[in-house]
């Protein structure tokens, strides 16, 4: 995950769970289910707030539950409701109503979140996760926003108890 100040801006990347490109393209094997951070990227002032989507792709592949662990670095950046203050939670999306847990840590700059639809209907397709507003608080010459890929901090899509861990980009 690559990043630059670009006149003063802090330019944010994001990993997804295929290889990142200019415009994101549907690459995603048969069977196999991504999280993807959208937008790719984008180019932000200090001080301004914006907003990332943590989207499902799962194609034809059933998911009933999603783990989502991200890392981010808490000097450029800080997890913030609409009025630009500090929280501690990110915005549950509607794929996965039942929320836990639900964590934003500014000291580690780690996002932990679990959702399920608890005896929904499994989300075939894509659909929203879950979205995180950042506020820039530092210009950067690289600052990525990018999945955990490693235990015990892997995110994977379980479904009816069976855990399947998926591929995140490096």
Known sequence: VLGAVVNGNVLILAATAGTPTATP???RAPGVVN???QPVAQAVNVGQTFVVDIVLEAGDQPVDAVQVYVDYDPDVLRVVDAAGNPINQIIAGPSFPNVTPNQADHDL?????NASTLGGSPLTGSGLVASVRFRAVQASFGQGITP???PPRTPSTPLGGA???????P
Not at 109 to 113: C, E, K, R, T, V
Not at 163 to 169: F, L, S
């Open 25 to 27: 393209t549907a690459t």
């Open 148 to 150: 955990h890929p490693t």
């Open 35 to 37: 999280i993807a951070i």
């Open 109 to 113: 700059g780690q996002l932990n979140y």
């Open 163 to 169: 855990d399947r861990p998926h591929p995140t980009a």
